[in-house]
């Protein structure tokens, strides 16, 4: 469901051709199409794009769905010449992404002159934490952190990121397969869109996270917007950009 943040910046969609990098199962693929714009999603999960292609067919919502891997995705959308008003991406995105000078360069390359960049991700500042707020990691890192699978975060955020339902998961889930995270700096990623060509118009960060239950206690403000507790100082949990590639 698309929260407050990114439906300012994404702004009137009716007509829009939108471009949505690392879709997932497709929910706010589809309710970017339910405001009027023209959807393709891209993910890499066979699983994710298989079921937002269901939810599409199922739901009546129109959306293209593509099962790509981004970075093969850029170089046959550019050989086949498409262009988009705007490109989108959101919520734990770029810690999968190992290049993001190519990522920012694809990103300008798929939007028409004056299209529009949308990105809203949790703060690399607030993933220093461990789950208990004390420092653990990094905040500079040349190499992907390697930690233990991905947990069921979604299960454990209840209502946070379901908001149709909450649902208990898969009881002891334990995944396997070890992750590896790279914790790209907000430097880093404004000086990849920057040196790919596109200008920031803004940069935002927000003392509070959507939906996702990170770390210990809490503070629940309302609209599924979770703050550290009180007694810590506030930091940024979550930060948007908004770029465009300037008109021809
Ligand atoms: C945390 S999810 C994004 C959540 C999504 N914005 C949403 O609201 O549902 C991260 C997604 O990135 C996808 N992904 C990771 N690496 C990718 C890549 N190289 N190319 C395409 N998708 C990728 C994963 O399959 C996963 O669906």
Known sequence: MLRAEELELLGDLRGASVLHLQCNAGQDSLSIAQLGADVTGVDISDEAIAFATRLSSDS??????ERADVYDYFVAAQARGDQHDIVFSSYGTLCWL?????????????????GRFVLVEFHPFALVFDPNWRFKYDY???????EAGV???VAESGLG???????????????????????????????????A??????????????GW????????????????????????????????????
Not at 100 to 114: C, D, F, V
Not at 140 to 146: G, I, L, S, T, W
Not at 234 to 246: E, K, N, V
């Open 140 to 146: 500079f890192n040349d190499a992907p952190v390697v």
């Open 98 to 114: 190992s290049d993001l000078r190519s990522w920012a360069r694809g990103i300008a390359q798929l939007l028409k002159p004056g």
């Open 151 to 153: 947990h069921d975060y």
């Open 197 to 210: 060509g596109l200008r920031i118009d803004s940069f935002v960060e927000y003392p509070y996270i959507n």
């Open 60 to 65: 009546g919502i129109a959306a293209r769905f």
């Open 213 to 248: 239950k990170a770390f210990e206690c809490m503070r629940d403000l309302g609209d599924r917007r979770l703050a550290p507790p009180e007694d810590l100082p506030r930091i940024p949990l979550m930060y948007s950009i908004a770029a465009r590639r300037p008109p021809a």
């Open 161 to 195: 990121l379901a908001p149709g339902g909450e649902h208990a998961g898969v009881k002891d889930f334990c995944n396997p397969h070890p992750s590896f995270e790279f914790a790209w700096g907000v430097g880093q990623v404004v000086t990849a869109l920057a040196q």
